[in-house]
């Protein structure tokens, strides 16, 4: 655990291609994940149309689909074993994991600080 995070929340852009990478920890709720939302995206991209996720109990619970859904934002979730249905993500997690593993020093301790950079 690095600063108290070990994980990562992966937001991708669909239309410009951005990311943002968002240190979290794996035990991050439908609460800290919508909150993410809020200040790492919306305020930089405004609202989306539509957010496709994958099916952790942070983006399937009934709080974040009535939190997007008060925003008028259209929730989908991909395909259950099929991780294919939300490509750019799973292509940006291999992408990301291999670029922390370069750069980020022998003991892994300083990952969260190379997020700016990764994006």
Wanted: hydrophobic fraction near 40%; proline fraction near 4%; aromatic fraction near 10%.
């Amino acid at each position: 655990m690095v600063d108290g995070f070990n994980a990562l929340q992966l937001i991708v852009d669909r239309h410009g291609k951005m990311i943002h990478l968002i240190p979290c920890t794996e035990e991050i709720d439908a609460e800290g994940a919508a909150d993410n939302f809020i200040q790492e995206y919306f305020h930089l991209h405004g609202l989306p149309r539509k957010i496709v996720s994958d099916r952790g109990p942070q983006f399937s619970s009934k709080l974040f689909r009535a939190i997007l859904k008060g925003l008028g934002i259209e929730s989908a979730m991909s395909t259950a074993y099929h991780p294919q249905t939300d490509g750019q993500s799973e292509w940006w997690n291999q992408e990301i994991e291999a670029y922390l593993c370069m750069y980020c020093t022998q003991h892994r301790d300083d990952w969260v600080n190379w997020m700016p950079i990764a994006e």
